[in-house]
């Protein structure tokens, strides 16, 4: 699903975000990456969706070389992705339905196609009675739950989360996590940056420990589970 071979990252100021990383990451996997403001973990997650380039080495997302990625193909690249914003990125003026369904207007979807995949997923996240509902009569775990069902609406084979709870409190973060672990059930990779040591430990998922643009450990290869 997505290989690191060798990659380096250095900004226009010189920092040097990602030194070396080599890993892979396989389908249906749910991986976290953990680390330190600054380890370089929302760097992983922009080489991914080919926001950036790498400035040495290859990434490879779904057997592509996103470097080799010409511009009328990114489109149809990130459309096999979902992504999870901490600051949520939602249109305020919109319903909490109008939100989700964005997604399936950017992808051509039409008509009652929408409708029921709307449907889905909110009840998926469990924000059914709230679908009409504008985001700013939302709570914030509200909201996130929101972006997830806009993120995972289209039924993409990967779902990056990026300090998806970040502004939220531990009990409404936890329950974030939870969510995205029924996502993963489905078979969809997903890929999780986050600094809260406390969800790495109940999640017991596999976690890559990076500072200063290393990987210092990776939890699963460590303890071989």
């Known amino acids: 699903m997505i290989q690191f071979h060798h990659v380096f990252m250095t900004y226009q100021n010189e920092y040097k975000a990602l030194r070396d990383v080599s890993l892979e990451i396989d389908r249906g996997e749910f991986i976290m990456v953990t680390g330190p403001s600054g380890a370089g973990k929302s760097t992983l997650i922009r080489l991914v969706t080919r926001e950036i380039l790498p400035t040495k080495g290859q990434v490879i997302v779904f057997d592509q070389n996103v470097a080799k990625l010409k511009a009328v193909q990114l489109p149809y690249f990130r459309r096999k992705m979902g992504v999870v914003f901490q600051n949520f990125r939602l249109l305020y003026d919109r319903t909490v339905a109008e939100n989700v369904a964005l997604t ?9 196609t929408i409708t029921r995949e709307v449907n889905q997923a909110l009840d998926r996240v469990g924000l059914t009675r709230k679908k009409n509902v504008k985001p700013w009569h939302l709570s ?6 929101v972006v997830l069902a806009r993120a995972i609406v289209h039924d993409p084979p990967l779902l990056l989360a990026d300090e998806p709870t ?25 890929f999780c940056a986050t600094h809260n040591l406390n969800f790495i430990q ?17 939890r699963n290869k460590l303890h071989g589970n």
């Open 140 to 145: 914030g775990g509200e909201m996130q739950r």
């Open 166 to 190: 970040g502004n939220l409190d531990f009990a409404t973060g936890w329950e974030m996590m939870q969510l995205l672990k029924q996502v993963t059930e489905t078979g969809t990779t997903v």
């Open 104 to 112: 399936l207007h950017i992808l051509g979807t039409t008509g009652r």
């Open 202 to 218: 109940k999640m017991k998922k596999r976690t890559l420990f990076l500072d200063k643009g290393v990987i210092h450990g990776d």
